[in-house]
């Protein structure tokens, strides 16, 4: 792949790794591709969809940059179409194919921000020309606030780890500043109460009071107590991510969209 790094790259399991910088130094460049968020579709006048994929790169400092890359067959091989940058730290809510163009939903670093805390909202739509991935449009869409988590959600992590199997998934569903969902036995609902772009106070929960297997009670118990919890919310590769404090770490309960 070219234009992600200075050098041309290929990636090995969706991901690269580089020498390091200074000799037996930690600091390496890296890109990773983000292999649960690509979208297919037509791109050109070329029979067959293209497919839009998301990589991020890293090259030892503190940034984190976001690059768009195009994929079509030619001549029965896979061929890079295009690359080009799409942002450094910003969070990704939606990527897809339409009407021959990528579209992107990201929440960016408005004027007023920091470069690590994004909080404003823009749809960006590329579109393949001769010479690569072309950035057409980019619109800001207002502020970063919970009519943007609005929708059904499920669980899929607890702190990097999946729900055991066999059991149901917690499910997340926003509605405004109210929470309501099942809780892998009982259903539940709350509130949040929004004190900025990205931080949430969640009201205490209330639900009903069934009884299951001890693997359901058990996952049930942790989701709630994280829940309650919650004081930030963010976009990981179009997944919300609700996280709190736990010690000197924090927590993830990590969603995606129903």
């Known amino acids: 792949m070219t234009g992600i790094l200075e050098q041309p790259i290929s990636l090995d399991g969706g991901s690269y790794e580089g020498a390091p910088f200074v000799e037996s130094g930690a600091s390496r ?13 037509d791109l050109d006048t070329v029979p067959g969809d293209e497919a839009a994929a998301l990589l991020s790169a890293t090259s030892g400092g503190s940034g ?30 939606n990527l897809g194919v339409d009407s021959g163009k990528v579209a992107i939903d990201v ?31 980019s619109i800001t869409a207002g502020t970063l606030s919970v009519e943007a988590l609005r929708g059904n959600w499920h669980l899929i992590w607890i702190d990097q780890e999946a729900p055991p199997e066999g059991v149901k ?19 539940y609902s709350g509130s949040f ?12 929960l209330m639900g009903t009071r069934m009884a299951c297997a001890p693997p359901s009670m058990n996952l049930e118990q942790e989701f709630l107590r994280r829940l309650e919890r919650v004081d930030r919310y963010t976009f990981l590769a179009g997944r919300l991510a609700l996280t709190g404090p736990r010690g000197d770490s924090e927590f993830l309960l990590l969603f995606e969209k129903q």
């Not at 460049?29 to 579709?41: C, E, K, N, T, Y």
């Open 29 to 41: 460049p890296a890109v990773q591709l983000w292999s649960d968020l690509i979208a297919f579709g």
């Open 64 to 93: 984190d940059r976001v690059h768009l890359v195009a994929v079509g067959t030619r001549d029965g091989q896979a061929t890079e179409l295009g690359s080009v940058l799409v942002g450094d730290r910003i969070k990704v809510r």
């Open 107 to 137: 929440v960016e670093a408005g004027p007023s921000d920091a470069a690590c805390c994004p909080t404003q909202l823009a749809r960006k739509i590329y579109g393949l020309a001769d010479d690569g991935l072309r950035l057409e449009s």
């Open 169 to 187: 998934r917690p499910t997340l569903e926003v509605t405004g500043v109210r929470i309501a969902g099942d809780s892998a036995c009982n259903r």
């Open 193 to 204: 109460e929004e004190l900025g772009p990205g931080k949430v106070k969640v009201a205490p």
